[in-house]
């Protein structure tokens, strides 16, 4: 093969090939699409159900606590819904996953925080992650933790009426 020959062979061969600016676009919008799909895969969702609704009146109050120090007071996600006799189901989506401490109460009376008397033992409804108990007061974050990974998680809660 002379030169003439080898030149255009070789300018055959590029000619049906992508250039290396082409190349580096298609590279970089499959990274970007797998990134994408990965942060959506990433997700989990957390589907709570509260069984034991003594009355249809108010709304239950479903929280999500993402530590020890927020526990119970500063809440991380929330959904408020009305209440319904016997159960309610709540749906947290595009969570990240981790460890979230859970806590359910039913605002019989709507005025955003759970009643009462005057020895501090609740007036209403309320339940914690994993059916959790503490012995004098809530449970702890640690009892009432849900870990959540990717996908779906489920929780089945009790409110309890004391």
């Known amino acids: 093969m002379n030169s ?3 030149k255009n062979f070789k300018a055959g061969l590029n000619a049906g090939s992508l250039t290396k600016k082409t190349k580096m676009k298609t590279n970089m919008l499959f990274i970007a699409a797998m990134a994408i799909s990965l942060a959506a895969f990433s997700q989990a969702r957390l589907e709570v159900t509260v069984k034991n609704i003594k009355e249809g009146q108010g ?8 530590n020890e120090d927020d526990f119970l007071k ?3 996600e929330g959904k408020v ?13 595009n969570l990240k996953p981790g460890d979230y401490g859970l806590s359910v109460f039913h605002d019989e009376n709507e005025n955003g925080e759970i009643d009462s008397n005057l020895l501090g033992i ?3 409804g309320f339940a914690f992650g994993n059916n959790a ?3 004098f007061g809530p449970p702890s974050f640690d009892k ?5 990974k990717t996908g ?5 809660l009790n409110l309890k009426y004391l």
């Open 59 to 66: 709304t239950i109050r479903v929280g999500l606590f993402t």
């Open 152 to 156: 779906s998680e489920k929780q089945m």
């Open 133 to 135: 108990m503490g012995s």
């Open 144 to 148: 009432a933790k849900v870990s959540i």
């Open 74 to 76: 500063n809440a991380a």
């Open 81 to 93: 819904v009305k209440a319904t006799a016997k159960e309610i189901t709540v749906v947290f989506e």
């Open 122 to 124: 609740p007036k209403e």
């Open 4 to 6: 003439w020959e080898r």
